[in-house]
């Protein structure tokens, strides 16, 4: 196709997943020309967008920085309930805990303290008479802080798709785009039956990334992770208002859970740690008896009230980058494209402020909040 002919759409989004179907609301909401493409359909079950229930927090122990990120995508996810009358975020409040020195627990602190947000602090002693669901011990502290919940993620990528296309977008699912072909003029996307030419394009396409734009060489690599639900004895017990999501790290692994949605069962999981695979295709999808064994384990120590045999679990895969920061940019050489991921396995949650950054980027605006340190070409050399 020539360089010269007519375009099918201002701007294409490769991949409408957790970020990609973000990012095509606010195109399509900012009234642009926008088509999307999906190798699936949106809120499938191959990538890192599912699982019934993810995590939000404002509390970042990941890094104080990412703060001001959260705060407008908290704002973000009332923004897309509001327009389409859908309950997305339920706000139960999170509890971090962990040893006093942990470096997680004191980042947490810190964006706690920095920004001002609502929260309470315990010992170990003391968290368990509020949390009497989670066996705390003596020389843990936990921190509870209010801007926090969960996020039903298949739920949330099926309506920011929907909203895009009901202001405008067109989305072209079960379609999977076999290459980007990136110039000075455009961006050509080939799919099986067809090729598409667009002024810009967004890449969201998570572990997929590299089969689409191979030149980058960006060193990621794919995480298997497992998510687990087990029966409470008691499950009103775990009902949002009674039970928050928690989080806790040692050692660099973390254990994280949510209160019961279905009335009967939590889910928990670890977070790192996970087999580590080449390509997502190789992702085992097989549950096995050493996958369950650590995560109950965690269950019988910190979950008394939890009947410690599974009862369901699926697996899902990180994106890692080498330092677990986010990819948002512009790569060097490689003109019109924005990339917009991977997430280095934590990134669910910022979802629609990531979009509305891609946005920006792949419109040539100035991104309305800091992102330096997602920069791509920060991994050139390696």
Known sequence: MSTTSSYDANIGVIGLGSMGSFAFWQLAKAKLDVIGFERFRPGHDQGAGHGETRIFRTAYGEGVEYVPLLREARKLWREIELETDVE????????????????????????????????????????????????????????????????????????????????????????????????????????????????????????????????????????????????????????????PIFSRMEEGIGFYGFPTIDGKTVKVALHRGGQIVNHPSEVDRAIHESDLNPITKLVKQYLPDLIPEPVKAKTCFYTNTPDEHFILGHAQNIPNITLLGPMAGHGFKFAPVMGKLAAQLATDQYPSLPIRMFDPNRFNGM
């Open 88 to 243: 997305l975020y339920t706000e139960n409040g999170g509890t971090m805990f962990g040893l006093k020195g942990d470096d997680f627990i004191q980042t947490v602190q810190e964006s706690v303290t920095e920004y001002d947000l609502p929260h309470k602090a315990f010992i170990g002693t003391e968290a368990r008479k509020v949390y009497p669901q989670i066996n705390f011990s003596d020389n843990q502290v936990a921190i509870h802080e209010e801007y926090a919940g969960f996020i039903k993620p298949e739920l949330a990528i099926q309506t920011a798709v929907k909203r895009g296309e009901q202001l405008g977008g067109v989305a072209y699912n079960e379609t999977e785009v076999t290459e980007i072909n990136p110039d000075k003029n455009g961006v050509t996307i080939v799919c099986n039956d067809r090729e598409y030419r667009v002024k810009k394009a967004i890449v969201s396409a998570g572990g997929w990334t590299t089969d689409l734009l191979p030149q980058l060489k960006l060193p990621f690599t794919i995480e298997r992770q497992i998510l687990v639900w087990y029966n409470a004895k008691n499950p009103e017990l775990f009902v949002p208002e009674k039970f």
